[in-house]
């Protein structure tokens, strides 16, 4: 159920400047929900958050957190506080994630360099998309390997042999953001999810926001 009150959102916007708030509908209308990314059990705090910045950056609003083993919290220091502007949805079971991203129209793409799994550049972003992450040191758990749709590779020329995570998901998320702007597919937030994140924002913004929200509704004492 949608929370958005376009009278409160006209009355949260005397608080926040016109360019502040230029700068919100600018950035949502490049917002999108056909690609998100999902983290399984990462436990490294620096690998999350900047993970987090990454989303922000390429314009990914939903970002997905497994926790089973690790509690492991964002740091705001390396995010930016982008976890400001984004959904952060957690789960503490990962059939629990792939069960409500399956739901929602997301194929399941395994990111993983251990399969003949098809290369980044060969990615095809027109459907929507569920990245997955996984655990450092092992990678995806078995549950996702086995419920993947799809299983995506990054090309390497080295040694090592995988990338760091954090870097992973930035390196799939600049070449399928940057392919998905190209295609036809209207990939854009509706116009109901905007206006929700819009309002949002601005009460993220709003200093006293609990003392506005209360005189608003007629609260104050």
């Excluded at 980044?120 to 993947?148: H, I, M, R």
């Excluded at 399928?176 to 819009?198: C, M, P």
Aim: glycine letters at 4%; charged letters at 30%; proline letters at 2%.
């Amino acid at each position: 159920m949608s929370t958005f009150d376009p009278d409160y959102t006209r009355y949260l916007e005397q608080f926040v400047t016109e360019k502040r708030r230029e700068t919100f509908r600018k950035i949502l209308h490049l917002r999108t929900r056909h690609l998100t990314v999902v983290l399984e059990d990462i436990y490294q705090m620096h690998n999350i958050s900047a993970v987090v910045r990454s989303c922000d950056l390429f314009g990914i609003q939903d970002l997905h957190i497994i926790r089973k083993n690790y509690d492991t919290k964002i740091s705001h220091g390396i995010a930016k506080g982008a976890e400001k502007w984004l959904s952060i949805k957690e789960y503490s079971g990962t059939k629990q994630a792939i069960e409500t991203l399956k739901a929602q129209g997301y194929r399941i793409v395994a990111t993983t360099p251990h399969t003949d799994a098809q290369i980044l550049p060969d990615f095809d972003p027109a459907k929507k998309a569920a990245f997955f992450f996984g655990v450092e040191k092992d990678g995806l758990s078995d549950t996702v390997l086995q419920e993947a749709d799809e299983y995506l590779k990054i090309p390497m020329f080295g040694f090592t042999e995988s990338f760091n995570i954090s870097v992973a998901a930035a390196l799939v998320l600049y070449e399928t953001r940057n392919k998905l702007n190209k295609t036809g597919v209207d990939w854009h937030l509706s116009e109901a999810e905007q206006n929700e994140l819009y309002q949002l924002w601005l009460e993220k913004t709003v200093k006293s926001i609990d003392l506005i929200k209360k005189k608003y509704y007629g609260k104050a004492d």
